[in-house]
């Protein structure tokens, strides 16, 4: 109910979408780098793969070499040769 | 940068982390408000960097998730400084070392003097010791400028003396007056060059001249005072250096004689010529120098039909008398190009007086006042200009002959 109002309201006012959702913001730079911000918890990551839990299901970062350069606690910065980005778990309603 | 010195101040601990649960480590410790840097995942386990001040606080998260740390590096000032506390003994060498080098540097370690011919290098020290100028003294107490001045005055054999600093060491420069030679005047002050007497003030000796009367070069002006001993005991170099104890010499002539001196040169500047001088293109190449031989690198030949080359050789600092036996040149080409100068009559005029007036500003001696000036044009030629230029000073004749 609360978040339909939040919507709502955000739609009426033409907020943002980062400020009005819960959901990640990723910013893509190229290929190289990547910055997920508001995301929950790491699940898992490898040189191949790197997978997270955010609001709006797991988002995994596919390709070579992946490293988490920063971590804090709500912002990621990943870097390495990206060639996939899939969202997983959860359907949009 | 800010970043690397920010890095390196604050210290970096690399680790490696091993366990079954590091996804869950990592949040885990990014929950507790560690920041991680470069993690990366690889076969034996979890790289990962954080600053000094955090590694302590991985231990809860390391202890919950049953995950095993150990350091792999350690980097930035923090561990440096603790290297160095641990030697105190060459830290406290250093700081000696670099105190006793910056107290040393302040001070004069050597004097030395250059350009004296007759005058004795001794006496100067001695000298410029009464003044102050010795060593182990502080140099940025010195006033070299002073020195050199009360050193030219007691000096009158020394046109110019100049004292210059050199990290620690000082060089007094003597520029010599120039005296005429006659040996048989050794002791007597003779005139050194041409002129009219204006003034005469006789310290020691016999004046032989008067106010106003002209003398030339070379003319004695004060004779010394004549010897005790009757002229058969007279002392000759080859008689002082047969007898043991030689009589003593007569006592030289002192005292100054001022006077009008004149100067001129003469210069001719034609109205039409043909000049080679440089265009202001030039052209750089660089070589490597071995021993005698030369391998140019870049431009080995002058890219001007006409140049002039000017080398210039950079080599290592030489360590006592070893040098490093490899070179780098630098070449320098400057374009020359033909001019053919249509100068008008108003314009040869002034630079032929322009030259005459450098030509003889060579024969002065610097610091002596120029009482008149003349410019003379003796041009008849309508092809060029001829120009004289007399300077008349007033300067001290007297100087003593060389023997």
């Known amino acids: 109910m609360f978040k339909k109002l939040q919507t709502s309201v955000g739609d009426i006012l033409d907020f943002p979408a ?61 870097e390495g040769e990206l060639s996939s980005l899939s969202f997983k778990g959860r359907e949009i309603k | 940068m800010f970043e690397w010195l920010r890095t390196f101040w604050y210290g970096r601990i690399l680790f490696l982390a091993r366990g ?48 095993r740390v150990h350091i792999v ?15 105190k003994g060459l830290l406290t060498g250093i700081v000696v070392i670099a105190t006793v080098l910056t107290v040393l540097s302040q001070l004069v370690l050597s004097i030395s003097v250059t350009g004296n011919r007759n005058l004795m290098s001794s006496d100067v020290l001695a000298r410029a010791e009464t003044l102050g100028l010795k060593t182990w003294v502080y140099s940025k107490s010195l006033d070299l400028n002073g020195i050199a001045k009360t050193l030219q005055e007691q000096l009158p054999d020394a046109a110019w003396i100049g004292v210059e600093r050199k990290g620690t060491d000082v060089i007094i420069k003597i520029s010599e007056k120039i005296r005429p030679i006659i040996p048989k005047e050794a002791g007597n002050l003779v005139a050194m060059h041409a002129g009219i007497v204006g003034e005469i003030m006789v310290i020691q000796g016999t004046p032989q001249v008067h106010e106003g009367e002209t003398v030339r070069a070379g003319q004695v002006l004060i004779t010394q005072e004549p010897s005790l001993n009757p002229p058969s005991t007279s002392i000759t170099p080859n008689s002082a250096a047969d007898n043991s104890k030689p009589a003593p010499l007569p006592s030289a002539a002192r005292g100054f004689v001022r006077g009008r001196v004149w100067y001129s040169a003469e210069a001719k500047v034609p109205l039409a010529e ?58 320098n080409y400057k374009e ?68």
């Open chain 1, 18 to 78: 980062d400020v009005v959702g819960e959901g990640p913001k990723i910013t893509i730079t190229g290929r190289r780098q990547i910055l997920v911000e508001n995301y929950i918890s790491i699940v898992d990551f490898s040189e191949e793969e790197i997978r997270l839990e955010t609001a709006e299901g797991d988002v995994c970062f596919g390709g070579k070499g992946l490293a988490l350069k920063v971590i804090l606690s709500t912002e990621l910065r990943i």
């Open chain 2, 20 to 67: 079954d649960q590091l996804a869950r480590f990592l949040n885990q410790v990014s929950k507790d408000g560690v920041i991680l840097y470069h993690t990366q995942k690889s076969e034996r386990g979890m790289r990962a960097q954080l600053t000094l001040a955090d590694f302590r606080r991985l231990r809860h998260a390391a202890r919950l998730t049953h995950t």
């Open chain 2, 73 to 87: 590096a350690k980097y930035g000032w923090p561990f440096v400084a603790a290297r160095w506390w641990r030697r």
């Open chain 2, 274 to 331: 043909n000049k080679v001088e440089e265009s202001g293109k030039d052209a750089t190449g660089w070589g490597i120098k071995f021993g005698s031989r030369v391998i140019m690198v870049t431009t080995p030949n002058s890219p001007f039909k006409q140049a002039r080359q000017e080398v210039l050789s950079h080599s290592l600092l030489p360590w006592r008398n070893w040098r490093f036996p490899v070179e780098c040149i630098r070449v």
């Open chain 2, 336 to 403: 020359l190009r033909t001019v053919h100068l249509e100068r008008s009559v108003a314009e040869a005029r002034q630079l032929a007086e322009q030259t005459a007036r450098t030509e003889v500003q060579k024969k002065i001696t610097p610091s002596v006042p120029i009482v008149k000036e003349a410019v003379k044009i003796l041009s008849s030629n309508p092809e060029a200009e001829r120009v004289r230029v007399e300077l008349e000073t007033y300067e001290d004749l007297a100087v003593y002959a060389n023997p």
